[in-house]
């Protein structure tokens, strides 16, 4: 009943929240949550249980939802509200042609009452299974009439809860400014007032020390704009992250998160392991995967996704399964979609946990991520959905100098990776374009000759369909400073995303390929391989039908990159299709360090009469 009335209050004073939707792409903005009309019914009810969740330390489980309604509808749907109190939020207006209160709670994921009832339009009766993870309060689920256009209230439903809502969750590593300095960052509902963040870790079977971790957090007033401070903020929690130093090279890790109550009780995480990075120019196996726009699906197939991410479970289940085969992961923008609906970053973290808890899980910034008018990025559109960079910036660690400035370079073993920052500007005589030439010219290429270069949006080439339409083959202005950084420090292979698709080239420079062969390149590239590697998960995006010279591979489908470097001489690239993991695309390069030094064009000083 508490539940009801909170909820009818909320409701009578709702106003209209133009300008809450962000292009339309997050499935969520699509619901007219500010059209909500009571419409008790009497005769309809929802329950849900279990009521309790997590009794042994789960941090996801399924929950079974029971209803009945006197007049189904088609159209019918649930949503499932966190808090599960619908409580009212006071929000600042966000020009002077609105006021205040808005309705700060959109459900966090929904469902048609139909989906797994077939008979429900005849019976008015239904169940549902939908997956719950921990992210620190409750739930209830509303059902609703009128579709989601026009919503009207029917019924709401009992509370449910994890037995403890504010556990430490969701562990994601990443390398940090140091090759032998790894960071793990968690999500908790304790501040430091309450309980002491740390993790407890050692070699395997060794002994254990404790390091203490930093604790962040942030408000709606971080927030840029709608729906970020409206309708899609969520509390975020508490956010924690600790550095573990002095890694011995290749070494096997176990760690667990811990809090310290201040009576002197504790509360621990799960035991995890990683592997410590190569010391840089070690001669080791060392296997890279990189993919971009891969966002979240939901395992219950609720409708917060469906034919939005139809790809993304795909690409974390494959890489779930050939975990033992991978060393490291870079994610290199448009990571989970949110578009200011705050509790859908807490649904990615948890969808990556196998992964991200074990291996390096490093991030670029794209425009889904940052992009946000009056804010300092590159491009003014509205992508973010108002986060404008806070929560990428927070929820996960990076190795950068200014969190706002997306770039870094990072060393494992013999790979060098320069990541820039596309949201910010790249060009010639800025700052960015100083760090990539920084990062490009300080490797030693006889001790890290693979050099790769990572950024969201293509900078590069590529045949989607968007980017041919402007003519460019590319973001406009993307090659035009980079490519002659790109030939004089010698990258071999520069990997996008952004665009939907997978996409090889030759060795190219100034529009031109330098190299002939497709399969296996022995000695000198004398140009870089551009791949387009977008396709991990975001609905695809079509290839212009122009056949251009320099495209040597095209796949319109969901898949990822894999880099193996056997040794100093000796890399392979593989393209993987998530649907089945299997190899769709590849290449080899074999050369010597003599190679890496012979000049090509625009690669050495000029040559004059004196020399």
Same mark, same amino acid.
């Given at each position: 009943?508490?539940?009801?009335?909170? !909820?009818?209050?909320?409701?009578?004073?709702?106003?209209?929240?133009?300008?809450?939707?962000?292009?339309? /792409?997050?499935?969520? %903005? #699509?619901?007219?949550?500010?059209?909500?009309?009571? =419409?008790?019914?009497?005769? =309809?009810?929802?329950? =849900?249980? &279990?009521? /309790?969740?997590?009794?042994?330390?789960?941090?996801?489980?399924?929950?079974?939802?029971? $209803?009945? /309604?006197?007049?189904?509808?088609?159209?019918?749907?649930?949503?499932?509200?966190?808090?599960?109190?619908?409580?009212?939020?006071?929000?600042?207006?966000?020009?002077?042609?609105?006021? &205040?209160?808005?309705?700060?709670?959109?459900?966090?994921? $929904?469902?048609?009452?139909?989906?797994?009832?077939?008979?429900?339009?005849?019976?008015?009766?239904?169940?549902?299974?939908?997956? !719950?993870?921990?992210? #620190?309060?409750?739930?209830?689920?509303?059902?609703?009439?009128?579709?989601?256009?026009?919503?009207?209230?029917?019924?709401?439903?009992?509370?449910? =809860?994890?037995?403890?809502?504010?556990?430490?969750?969701? &562990?994601?590593?990443?390398?940090?400014?140091?090759?032998?300095?790894?960071?793990?960052?968690?999500?908790?509902?304790?501040?430091?007032?309450?309980?002491?963040?740390?993790?407890?870790?050692?070699?395997?079977?060794?002994? *254990?020390?404790?390091?203490?971790?930093?604790?962040?957090?942030?408000?709606?007033?971080?927030?840029c704009g709608a729906p970020a401070r409206t309708v899609g903020w969520r509390d975020p929690g508490f956010i924690h992250t600790s550095f573990l130093k002095e890694l011995w090279p290749n070494k096997l890790y176990t760690y667990k998160l811990g809090h310290r109550f201040l009576n002197g009780t504790y509360i621990w995480n799960q035991m995890y392991q990683f592997k410590s990075s190569p010391y840089p120019g070690q001669n080791s196996i060392q296997r890279v995967v990189i993919f971009g726009d891969m966002g979240k699906d939901e395992a219950d197939g609720s409708n917060e996704y469906n034919q939005f991410q139809p790809g993304a479970l795909n690409t974390t289940n494959q890489l779930i399964n050939d975990l033992k085969d991978i060393d490291i992961v870079f994610h290199i923008g448009d990571i989970c979609y949110a578009n200011g609906y705050i509790s859908q970053w807490d649904q990615f973290t948890s969808q990556i946990e196998p992964i991200a808890s074990t291996i390096p899980y490093m991030l670029a910034s794209g425009n889904h991520e940052r992009?946000?008018?009056?804010?300092?990025?590159?491009?003014?559109?509205?992508?973010?959905?108002?986060? @404008?960079?806070?929560?990428?910036?927070?929820?996960?660690?990076?190795?950068?100098?200014?969190?706002?400035?997306?770039?870094?370079?990072?060393?494992?073993?013999?790979?060098?990776?320069?990541?820039?920052?596309?949201?910010?500007?790249? #060009?010639?005589?800025?700052?960015?374009?100083?760090?990539?030439?920084? @990062?490009?010219?300080?490797?030693?290429?006889?001790?890290? &000759?693979?050099?790769?270069?990572?950024?969201? #949006?293509?900078?590069?080439?590529?045949?989607? %369909?968007?980017?041919?339409?402007?003519?460019?083959?590319?973001?406009?202005?993307?090659?035009?400073?980079?490519?002659?950084?790109?030939?004089?420090?010698?990258?071999?292979?520069?990997?996008?995303?952004?665009?939907?698709?997978?996409?090889?080239?030759?060795?190219?420079? *100034?529009?031109?390929?330098?190299?002939?062969?497709?399969?296996?390149?022995?000695?000198?590239?004398?140009?870089?391989?551009? /791949?387009?590697?977008?396709?991990?998960?975001? %609905?695809?995006?079509?290839?212009?039908?122009?056949?251009?010279?320099?495209?040597?591979?095209?796949?319109?489908?969901?898949?990822?990159?894999?880099?193996?470097?056997?040794?100093?001489?000796?890399?392979?690239?593989?393209?993987?299709?998530?649907?089945?993991?299997?190899?769709?695309?590849?290449?080899?390069?074999?050369?010597?360090?003599?190679?890496?030094?012979? @000049?090509?064009?625009?690669?050495?000083?000029?040559?004059?009469?004196?020399?």
């Amino acid at each position: 009943m508490g539940t009801l009335v909170a !909820l009818l209050s909320v409701m009578l004073t709702l106003v209209s929240l133009q300008g809450v939707t962000c292009h339309g /792409v997050q499935p969520l %903005s #699509r619901i007219a949550i500010h059209k909500t009309v009571l =419409a008790l019914d009497s005769h =309809a009810s929802i329950k =849900a249980t &279990p009521s /309790v969740l997590g009794v042994n330390g789960q941090n996801k489980e399924w929950v079974v939802l029971e $209803y009945s /309604v006197s007049n189904p509808l088609t159209d019918d749907w649930i949503g499932v509200f966190s808090p599960g109190n619908f409580s009212e939020s006071s929000c600042l207006p966000e020009n002077p042609r609105t006021f &205040p209160p808005f309705l700060c709670t959109a459900p966090i994921k $929904y469902q048609y009452a139909s989906y797994s009832s077939p008979h429900y339009k005849d019976t008015g009766k239904g169940s549902l299974k939908l997956q !719950l993870i921990n992210q #620190r309060s409750d739930f209830s689920f509303a059902l609703f009439s009128g579709g989601i256009f026009s919503p009207k209230l029917v019924a709401v439903s009992n509370i449910v =809860a994890f037995a403890n809502p504010n556990a430490p969750v969701y &562990p994601r590593l990443a390398q940090g400014k140091i090759w032998n300095e790894m960071t793990v960052t968690w999500t908790s509902g304790y501040g430091i007032n309450e309980a002491e963040p740390f993790v407890e870790w050692g070699p395997k079977g060794g002994q *254990q020390s404790r390091s203490p971790a930093g604790t962040l957090t942030f408000d709606r007033s971080s927030m840029c704009g709608a729906p970020a401070r409206t309708v899609g903020w969520r509390d975020p929690g508490f956010i924690h992250t600790s550095f573990l130093k002095e890694l011995w090279p290749n070494k096997l890790y176990t760690y667990k998160l811990g809090h310290r109550f201040l009576n002197g009780t504790y509360i621990w995480n799960q035991m995890y392991q990683f592997k410590s990075s190569p010391y840089p120019g070690q001669n080791s196996i060392q296997r890279v995967v990189i993919f971009g726009d891969m966002g979240k699906d939901e395992a219950d197939g609720s409708n917060e996704y469906n034919q939005f991410q139809p790809g993304a479970l795909n690409t974390t289940n494959q890489l779930i399964n050939d975990l033992k085969d991978i060393d490291i992961v870079f994610h290199i923008g448009d990571i989970c979609y949110a578009n200011g609906y705050i509790s859908q970053w807490d649904q990615f973290t948890s969808q990556i946990e196998p992964i991200a808890s074990t291996i390096p899980y490093m991030l670029a910034s794209g425009n889904h991520e940052r992009d946000w008018p009056g804010t300092g990025s590159f491009y003014g559109n509205m992508d973010s959905g108002g986060e @404008c960079g806070v929560l990428v910036q927070n929820m996960f660690y990076v190795p950068t100098e200014n969190k706002d400035k997306f770039w870094y370079s990072t060393d494992y073993g013999m790979f060098r990776f320069c990541i820039a920052d596309t949201e910010h500007d790249w #060009r010639e005589g800025t700052e960015q374009y100083n760090f990539i030439e920084h @990062c490009l010219a300080s490797v030693d290429r006889q001790k890290q &000759p693979w050099l790769i270069f990572l950024a969201h #949006r293509v900078l590069g080439y590529s045949s989607d %369909s968007s980017y041919a339409d402007e003519g460019s083959f590319a973001e406009p202005m993307g090659r035009e400073s980079l490519q002659k950084l790109w030939q004089k420090y010698k990258v071999d292979i520069a990997i996008f995303g952004h665009v939907h698709n997978y996409e090889r080239t030759c060795p190219i420079y *100034q529009n031109i390929c330098t190299n002939n062969e497709k399969r296996f390149y022995k000695g000198g590239l004398n140009g870089t391989i551009h /791949v387009a590697a977008g396709g991990a998960g975001a %609905s695809l995006s079509d290839f212009t039908p122009i056949q251009t010279k320099w495209s040597i591979f095209r796949d319109y489908d969901h898949g990822f990159v894999k880099l193996t470097a056997f040794d100093h001489s000796n890399l392979l690239f593989e393209y993987k299709k998530s649907s089945d993991g299997k190899v769709y695309d590849s290449f080899r390069i074999s050369r010597d360090y003599r190679d890496i030094l012979a @000049c090509t064009v625009d690669s050495c000083p000029s040559m004059t009469l004196a020399s």
